[in-house]
């Protein structure tokens, strides 16, 4: 749960979205740039564990997690939107350790802690999404269903303990806050005291 506690506790503190609709800006780093590359040509390739007909644009898009403005932008000549994945089976062999590396540059290239892990999060979130998407396509025994639906269940869960301690962590920076503002010492009677000792006063 930690991932995820982490995740919670640096959107919420810093007032970052958390939502599906969040999606990065900027300028393109060298990592990233590389592990783009990477991507394009396994999917071109049809090396990714992922369902037939997924354009290379969305994939990007999802991928990266930005704008497709952005993708063509970058890649002006590229046909993004026109290039759709081909998968065969059996599929040509993906350089697991290769893309490990790429994705870790990449993420680490990332500046900011609450983006990173909303990449990270997305990352994830992609690859089962569009495997189970694969394994219903093509009709593979791979997806077990009742696995899939605890795994979905653990997510929930896990997600639910993060919200909750998430909640624990407010309330206690509110009661902390409270007993702060009752320590503070009152200057308003030291105000009065110096008004009735003024000599004016005794006049």
Known sequence: VQ??????????SQGASVDHDFQRTGRWTEEETAYADFLIE???SGKMPME???RLNEFLSEILLCKNSRL???MKNAKLSSRSYKFTSPAPKLDGELIGVLERKFLDSIQSDVVRFEVKF???RFWRSHLSNLCIQVGSTMLDTEDWIASIEEME????DAEELLRKVRR?????GARSRGAEPSTRPEKRAKVAESPRDFD
């Open 172 to 176: 206690r920076r509110m009661g902390l």
């Open 72 to 74: 063509t932008k970058k």
């Open 157 to 160: 869960r896990r997600a639910s």
């Open 52 to 54: 037939q007909g997924l």
């Open 122 to 124: 997305n990352t994830t």
């Open 3 to 12: 991932s995820e506690i982490s995740y919670l506790l640096m959107s919420h």
């Open 42 to 44: 396994a999917f071109d």
